[in-house]
């Protein structure tokens, strides 16, 4: 059973690489934004990690739905439109998909939790303009993924993102009482601690999966 | 019509000159004083994923060039019809429009560097620089001054990202724009002192090389963070 998780091409072992080996932040950079602007307390990072993660793991499998039956060469046939090619308007479904998303996201949290909606603040709303959740989509797209395939590798980036933010908030925390020349201060310490953890996230990529 | 101008520029009551001091501001403050990434911490994905090459790099920064201009001039257009509620939506979709220009010219024009850049060109959408020029400044600002405010920036942007991007690659291959630069007489194999800095090469590089880059122009601009 282990050996067939594991396997070469398994979700799981997607999963995992999406996580540890390529992770969306430390490997390719994405999300970097909010991801230097959230990080300075673990709480919000931990609300701001979930938020990412859920909301990857419903746009990118919509965004294969939209690619696969509506954009893609010859997608269209089921309409009886076997030589429309949409692709160029890629960009423009991927990102009206994720700022609805967003938008949805956003109520049921102010509904739910509005400690949460009050700390999250401004960044909820940017979450749209995550480039982690867009560049997703935009890898399954690439990698030419199945439908399962998305979902995971999506569920995966997110996890990925939410530990790379956690931990950066845990360090930031210590690191406020440390001595750090004031030019370094915030964000030059805050890259340099990231080359550090990104450093240490190599070391996974010696796992054969 | 007055309040329509933003607090960060003086806002002239009279008939505007073409190249006022606020328009001088508008364009060079981006550049050292309010530098979009050691400053303001915007751009910063593709600033990292891009400058493994000097090549690429360029590309990105002509890319992002046009874009942030041509963003804020038709944001600041079209800024007094956009409904308020549902102007990030109106913005994504002229960002999106102009990145699929760009995208779709690369693709005819230099087909290989635009494979190099991955899905990069595509992640402008959601560059912040550009969102965040548009809802700071474009909304509020006439078209020539947020046309001038969108070059400042995007060469804001754009010389750090050169800086990394040719360290990188000098001390990660010992290169430039794909020419050797150091001689093979300087490599440690051949009895010199110079090896290929393989963590340059590598995502680490990228984050220690830009933090290393920032803390510099923060020094030199006097700027520091609260804790």
């Known amino acids: 059973m282990a050996a067939f998780l594991l396997a070469d091409g398994s979700l799981v072992s997607l999963a995992l690489k999406a996580i540890f080996v390529e992770n969306i932040l430390l490997a390719f950079f994405l999300g970097m934004c909010s991801y230097l602007a959230v990080s300075k307390r673990v709480d919000t990072a931990i609300g701001l990690g979930i938020a990412v993660i859920f909301v990857e793991t419903i746009t990118c499998p919509a965004n294969w739905c939209i690619e696969n039956y509506i954009l893609a060469e010859g997608a269209l046939s089921w309409a009886g439109m076997p030589e429309t090619d949409l692709t160029y308007l890629r960009l423009i479904f991927y990102i009206g998909v994720i700022a609805a998303m967003v938008q949805i996201v956003e109520?049921?949290?102010?509904?739910?939790?509005?400690a949460l909606y009050n700390s999250?603040?401004?960044?909820?709303?940017?979450?749209?303009?995550?480039?982690?959740?867009?560049?997703?989509?935009?890898?399954?797209?690439?990698?030419?993924y199945t439908l399962v395939e998305s979902t995971v590798f999506g569920?995966?980036?997110g996890i990925g993102w939410m530990l790379a933010i956690v931990s950066m908030a845990a360090i930031r925390q210590k690191l406020r009482t440390a001595h750090?020349?004031?030019?370094?201060?915030?964000?030059?310490?805050?890259f340099i601690v990231t080359g550090l953890i990104a450093m240490a996230f190599m070391t996974f990529s010696g796992i054969q999966l | 019509m007055t309040s329509t101008v933003d607090a960060p520029v003086d806002a002239p009551v009279e008939k505007p000159p073409l190249f006022g001091k606020a328009e001088?501001?508008?364009?060079?403050?981006?550049l050292v004083d309010d530098n979009p990434i050691a400053l303001q911490a915007l751009g910063i994905c593709s600033a990292l994923a891009v400058t493994l090459k000097v090549s690429p790099t360029l590309i990105m920064c002509l890319a992002v060039i046009v874009v942030l201009t041509a963003s804020n001039t038709i944001i600041s257009m079209l800024r007094n019809y956009i409904p308020h509620k549902i102007r990030i939506i109106v913005m994504l979709t002229v960002i999106s429009s102009l990145v699929t220009l760009v995208d779709i010219c690369l693709k005819a024009f230099a087909y290989d560097l635009s494979k190099s850049l991955s899905v990069f060109i595509a992640l402008i959408?959601?560059?912040?620089?550009?969102?965040?020029?548009?809802?700071?400044?474009?909304?509020g600002n006439p078209p020539w001054r947020s046309f001038l405010d969108g070059l400042g920036n995007a060469l804001g942007y754009s010389w750090i990202l050169i800086v990394v991007g040719v360290s990188r690659e000098l001390f990660g291959a010992g290169q430039l724009m794909g020419a050797q630069i150091i001689p093979e007489?300087?490599?440690?194999?051949?009895?010199?002192?110079?090896?290929?800095?393989?963590?340059?090469?590598?995502?680490?590089?990228?984050f220690i090389m830009i933090g290393i880059v920032i803390w510099i122009q923060r020094a030199i601009t006097g700027f520091s963070e609260a804790h």
Do not use: H, Q
């Open chain 1, 107 to 114: 109520m049921a949290i102010d509904k739910f939790s509005p």
């Open chain 1, 120 to 144: 999250l603040g401004i960044f909820l709303p940017l979450i749209a303009v995550n480039c982690a959740i867009l560049g997703a989509s935009l890898f399954s797209a690439e990698r030419s």
């Open chain 1, 155 to 157: 569920f995966g980036s």
């Open chain 1, 180 to 190: 750090v020349p004031a030019p370094l201060r915030g964000l030059g310490i805050t």
């Open chain 2, 24 to 30: 001088k501001r508008a364009v060079l403050d981006p």
């Open chain 2, 125 to 139: 959408v959601t560059n912040c620089i550009v969102m965040g020029r548009a809802e700071a400044f474009a909304m």
């Open chain 2, 185 to 206: 007489s300087w490599y440690a194999v051949n009895g010199g002192w110079f090896v290929n800095n393989g963590l340059m090469v590598l995502a680490p590089g990228a």
